[in-house]
T-cell receptor, first 109, second 114 residues
Framework: GESVGLHLPTLSVQEGDNSIINCAYS??????FIWYKQESGKGPQFIID?????DKRQGQRVTVLLNKTVKHLSLQIAATQPGDSAVYFC????????FGAGTTVTVRA | DTGVSQDPRHKITKRGQNVTFRCDPI?????LYWYRQTLGQGPEFLTY????????KSRLLSDRFSAERPKGSFSTLEIQRTEQGDSAMYLC????????????FGEGSRLTVL
């Protein structure tokens, strides 16, 4: 069964606002998590990853937060742009990726 | 463009026919993955190669499915006696293995079984 899952299937965000996408996982032993973005008609694209020995990791306009106590991670996108409209997946990795269902982010102009 | 090529991009076939998809990974990547994605769902792992060796197959990969990577470069995924339930996007990805979760996906091959 699915071991990672996103909280909301859709998210509508005003351009320029920050977006927060949430994901829960069930396996306490999971030690590596990844976020992917999938634009319409394309394959998933790596955004950022985080290991369980970290609580926070920042990339370009994105931040991933990991709360191991409640087995929750989130992806924050700063100053959301129209190009951020996509489906976002969290995944956990042993040596292959196990994806959850995605959150569709729609950016309003 | 990630550098991973898949062919064909779209395939429409009748139930019972065989289909084959090809994936050309990034040339220096030794790991190659096949995933299947249905509408509204995340990709589901099918199988994984390291060089030419097929190291794991998901239980989703019934005996009608076979994948090969004969020279450790391109890979093929064949589906025999297609069924309507096989309709999906078939995604190929490759990685060098240096960054565990960073897979480079192709744009997929969409299969429609009538």
């Amino acid at each position: 069964g699915e071991s990672v899952g996103l909280h909301l299937p859709t998210l509508s965000v005003q351009e320029g606002d920050n977006s927060i996408i949430n994901c829960a996982y069930s396996n306490s032993a999971s030690d590596y998590f990844i976020w992917y973005k999938q634009e319409s008609g394309k394959g998933p694209q790596f955004i950022i990853d985080i290991r369980s020995n970290m609580d926070k990791r920042q990339g370009q306009r994105v931040t991933v937060l990991l709360n191991k106590t409640v087995k929750h991670l989130s992806l924050q996108i700063a100053a959301t742009q129209p190009g951020d409209s996509a489906v976002y997946f969290c995944a956990e990795n042993d040596y292959k990726l196990s994806f959850g269902a995605g959150t569709t982010v729609t950016v309003r102009a | 463009d990630t550098g991973v090529s898949q062919d064909p991009r779209h395939k429409i076939t009748k139930r019972g026919q065989n289909v084959t998809f090809r994936c050309d990974p990034i040339s220096e990547h030794n790991r190659l993955y096949w995933y299947r994605q249905t509408l509204g769902q995340g990709p589901e792992f099918l199988t994984y190669f390291q060089n030419e060796a097929q190291l794991e197959k998901s239980r989703l990969l019934s005996d009608r499915f076979s994948a090969e990577r004969p020279k450790g470069s391109f890979s093929t995924l064949e589906i025999q006696r297609t069924e309507q339930g096989d309709s999906a996007m078939y995604l190929c990805a490759s990685s060098s293995g240096t960054k565990a979760g960073e897979l480079f996906f192709g744009e997929g091959s969409r299969l429609t079984v009538l």
